[in-house]
């Protein structure tokens, strides 16, 4: 018999096929971006929406999910910029956009002078950087650079319907300065079993900047991805994501899809490489979703 829900951070161990994983019960502490059905999905109801898309593992999806993610919204007509905050870069050159000598977060210029349209209507790229000193400047002062980022996309919220910080695969100071400028949090999960891993350390991040600032930073939601359906794990995997988180996952699934995978090597988002593909449907349905949240 499965434990009862404790208060978070309390993890429980579960069994998922025939193994223990240790992950964490349902994110009651956590306040959640309440959805609207009242209204069609095409509306926007707030404006200014900031979502870091943030999880500790790599591998799970991150960045496929902020970029293709930010694609579908600009495909929808919203003004989307794309921030990338991860050293690797992957969002910035995922779209033919060259990485940033020097990272504009560490830049006295505002950060609207850094920003790169890309090809595709509505969509732009705040680029990140590979430099190893511009991650360790940001990572010395991660108040300042959360204030930092805070102040320069408030400054222009007006021009973005929506904003997606692409973090990197960890829980450093980077992900926090994201996580501080953010108004809400994404976080992709990978349907295997390692991904479960370590779930408490990250809910646990997102919970203290949350504290430090009230009222600003809401759960927007988790979303299931390299979702295959022919495997027995991923089925036991999403039961088990789905029971202890209840509503706060997506009911959109990303599935493995080799469309998704070579979009990236064509400066594509997998809507324009392949969009008639089962990854450009999810997260076509993903992006339905996330607008339908107030």
Do not use: W, Y
């Given at each position: 018999m499965k434990p009862g829900p404790p208060t978070l951070p309390t993890a429980v161990v579960s069994p998922v096929c025939g193994r223990d994983v240790t992950i964490v019960t349902k994110v009651a502490d956590i306040p959640m971006v309440p959805g609207v059905r009242s209204g069609p999905v095409g509306r926007i109801l707030r404006?200014?929406?900031?979502?870091?898309?943030?999880?500790?593992?790599?591998?799970?999806?991150?960045?496929?999910?902020?970029?293709?993610?930010?694609a579908a919204l600009a495909h929808g007509g919203m003004r989307t910029l794309l921030v990338d905050l991860d050293p690797q870069?992957?969002?910035?050159?995922?779209?033919?956009?060259?990485?940033?000598?020097?990272?504009?977060?560490?830049?006295?210029?505002?950060?609207?002078?850094?920003?790169?349209?890309?090809?595709?209507?509505?969509?732009?790229?705040?680029?990140?950087?590979?430099?190893?000193?511009?991650?360790?400047?940001?990572?010395?002062?991660?108040r300042a650079g959360s204030a930092m980022l805070e102040q320069h996309l408030g400054l222009g919220l007006a021009a973005w319907d929506y904003c997606l910080i692409d973090c990197p695969p960890s829980i450093g100071d980077l992900t926090r300065t994201a996580l501080a400028g953010s108004t809400e949090v994404l976080m992709p999960i990978q349907c295997e079993y390692f991904a479960l891993e370590g779930l408490t350390?990250?809910?646990?991040?997102?919970?203290?900047?949350?504290?430090?600032?009230?009222g600003r930073l809401s759960f927007s939601g988790i979303v299931l991805t390299m979702h295959d359906a022919a495997l027995e794990?991923?089925?036991?995997?999403?039961?088990?994501?789905?029971?202890f988180f209840g509503e706060i996952v997506f009911q959109t699934v990303i599935p493995r899809d080799v469309?998704?995978?070579?979009?990236?090597?064509?400066?594509?988002?997998v809507l324009d490489y392949a969009p008639r593909s089962r990854g450009a449907r999810a997260y076509t349905e993903l992006c339905m979703e996330v607008r339908d949240c107030e």
């Open positions: 404006v200014g929406r900031i979502l870091c898309v943030a999880n500790q593992k790599g591998g799970v999806g991150k960045t496929t999910t902020a970029s293709n993610l930010a870069c992957n969002a910035t050159t995922g779209f033919g956009v060259a990485p940033a000598a020097m990272h504009p977060l560490v830049l006295e210029t505002p950060l609207a002078d850094s920003i790169v349209a890309t090809s595709l209507p509505n969509l732009f790229v705040l680029p990140g950087s590979r430099s190893v000193r511009d991650v360790e400047r940001i990572a010395a002062r991660s350390q990250m809910i646990e991040v997102i919970r203290d900047v949350m504290q430090e600032r009230p794990l991923t089925a036991e995997v999403e039961a088990e994501v789905r029971d469309a998704v995978s070579e979009a990236p090597s064509h400066a594509q988002s």
